[in-house]
C-alpha cells in the first residue's frame, strides 16, 4: 500500500492523491490496468477469467437482462458450479423490475437449481416504495480474490448489439489486477453477507498479489460510495478533482444534471482558465435527462466550457480525465441519484498510459460529435428549450 508522502507536488494528480489519502481512500501502487473500451472486449475478457476461476466467481450488477450474452453467462457459471467453483451473484431488485427482460421466479429457479447462488439487493416488499432511495447501481466482478472487473455496463446483449431506439452502445469497463482486487471484493462480500446474513470470508478470498512488473504498477483508489456510511466520498472525490486540474479536464457521462458541488466545481474551474470538455449522448434511454442535460450544459458552455454532443449512439461511459495524469472509470453517472442516493463504485487511476488511452478514444468520438454552439442553441425550439427547463427542475431526484 502506498504511504503519506513527506513532500507533495502540487500537480493534480498527487493533490487528489493526498485528499483521498487523507479521507481513509484504499490506494495501491501494484496494479494492472487493462481498459475494456466496448461490450465485446468486456464480455470476450470476463468469459474467459470466469473460464479459468479455480475457487470462487462473484458477480454484483444493477441487472442481468434475460438475453443471449446473460443465458451465455449461467450456461458457463453452471459448469463451473459443477466443477465446485462458488458462485455468487447479486443483482438490484430495481434494476431488474426496470428492465424489459428480467429475470423472473421461474428463471431465478433454474438457475439456482443449477448450483450457482442468485440474490436479489433490498426485494420489493409492501408498501413498494422502501427501493426508491437507495439502489444498488454497482457492476463488480471478482474471480479467485485475484482479477476483478467494474465499469459501466451491465450484462445484457445491447452492449455488444445496440439498441433499434438509439442505435450502438458505447460504454468502457476496466479489468484490475493487483490490490485493488482485494478493495473491489471487500465491497462485493458486504453486499452479499448484507443481504443473506451469511458470514463469507477469510483469507482464501484475499490470496494476496505478487508485485506487477515496472511497466504495470499502476495506482489504483477505490473510491466507493454506501449510503449512509460514506455517502459524499464519491461526489467530494469528484469535485476535488475538477478543482485540482491545472490544463484540462475531459468528462464523458451520460446523465449529466450534476450535483450544486459538481456544479460548483466545474464553474470555478472553467473561471481559473482550465479548459473544460464535456461529452454527452444525443440519444439517451431516458426521457427528459438530454433535455435537463443540455440545459445544465448550455450554462457552462456560455461560461467557457466546451461542449459536445455524441452522435455515434448511446455514450453510456462514466470516465473523466484530468491534465493528461490521471482518469477515473467507474459506475457513478454525474447526478443526483449516483451521488446522493445509490450504491456506486468508481476506480480512480493514476497512470499517463491509461489517460492517455482513454484521451486518444475522447479525441477520436468528437469525430463523431456535434459542438453546442450559440448558433445550436438558438435553433433549439421553444419547447424544447422549456422542457430542458422543465426536466431541470427534478434534478435532485434524477
Not at 447462488?117 to 427501493?131: G, L, M, R, S
Not at 485475484?146 to 469497463?173: C, E, F, Q, S
Not at 470516465?319 to 493528461?324: A, R
Not at 459506475?331 to 449516483?338: D, G, Y
Request: aromatic share 12%; charged share 25%.
Amino acid at each position: 500500500m502506498t504511504q503519506p508522502r513527506d513532500s507533495i507536488e502540487l500537480t493534480s494528480d498527487s493533490l487528489v492523491l493526498h485528499f483521498l489519502s487523507e479521507s481513509g481512500i484504499p490506494i495501491s501502487d501494484n496494479n494492472e490496468v487493462k481498459l475494456l473500451k466496448s461490450g465485446r472486449e468486456k464480455f470476450i475478457d470476463l468469459f474467459e477469467s470466469i473460464r479459468r476461476a479455480k475457487h470462487h466467481v462473484h458477480l454484483e450488477y444493477f441487472n442481468f437482462r434475460n438475453d443471449s450474452i446473460a443465458n451465455a453467462l449461467f450456461d458457463l457459471l453452471a459448469i463451473k458450479a459443477q466443477e465446485g467453483v462458488e458462485v455468487r451473484t447479486i443483482f438490484d431488485a430495481f434494476g431488474n423490475w426496470s428492465n424489459n427482460k428480467p429475470l423472473k421466479k421461474k428463471h431465478l429457479k433454474k438457475i439456482r437449481e443449477r448450483g450457482i447462488e442468485i440474490v436479489k439487493f433490498d426485494p420489493f416488499t409492501f408498501p413498494y416504495i422502501n427501493h426508491a432511495a437507495h439502489r444498488d447501481h454497482r457492476k463488480i466482478a471478482v474471480i479467485d480474490g485475484k482479477v476483478a472487473y467494474t465499469g459501466g455496463m451491465n450484462i445484457a446483449d445491447y452492449y455488444i448489439n445496440g439498441l433499434p431506439k438509439i442505435g450502438t452502445w458505447r460504454d468502457m469497463h476496466i479489468r484490475l489486477k493487483g490490490d485493488a482486487v482485494d478493495e473491489l471484493q471487500k465491497i462485493f462480500l458486504t453486499i452479499w453477507n448484507q443481504e443473506t446474513k451469511q458470514h463469507i470470508g477469510g483469507d482464501v478470498y484475499f490470496p494476496g498479489h505478487k508485485e506487477q512488473t515496472d511497466s504495470t504498477n499502476t495506482v489504483v483508489a477505490i473510491v466507493d460510495r454506501t449510503p449512509k456510511r460514506n455517502s459524499r466520498m464519491l461526489s467530494h472525490a469528484y469535485a476535488m478533482s475538477i478543482y485540482s486540474a491545472q490544463k484540462n479536464v475531459h468528462i464523458v457521462n451520460p446523465y449529466f444534471v450534476p450535483t450544486s458541488s459538481i456544479n460548483k466545481a466545474l464553474r470555478r474551474t472553467i473561471d481559473r482558465g482550465v479548459k473544460v470538455t464535456i461529452m454527452v449522448s444525443s440519444a439517451s434511454d431516458i426521457p427528459f435527462t438530454p433535455d435537463a442535460a443540455l440545459y445544465k450544459l448550455h450554462k457552462l458552455m456560455k461560461r467557457g466550457a466546451t461542449v459536445y454532443m455524441y452522435n455515434g449512439g448511446f455514450h453510456h461511459s462514466k470516465i473523466m480525465m484530468v491534465d493528461d495524469l490521471f482518469c477515473t472509470v467507474g459506475t457513478a453517472n454525474l447526478n443526483s441519484r449516483s451521488l446522493r442516493y445509490d450504491y456506486e463504485t468508481n476506480a480512480f487511476i493514476f497512470d499517463q498510459r491509461t489517460t492517455a488511452e482513454l484521451n486518444k478514444m475522447f479525441y477520436t468520438d468528437i469525430e463523431h460529435c456535434t459542438q453546442m454552439t450559440p448558433e445550436f442553441w438558438k435553433k433549439r425550439s421553444p419547447w424544447k428549450k422549456f422542457a430542458g427547463w422543465f426536466a431541470n427542475l427534478f434534478t435532485p431526484f434524477l
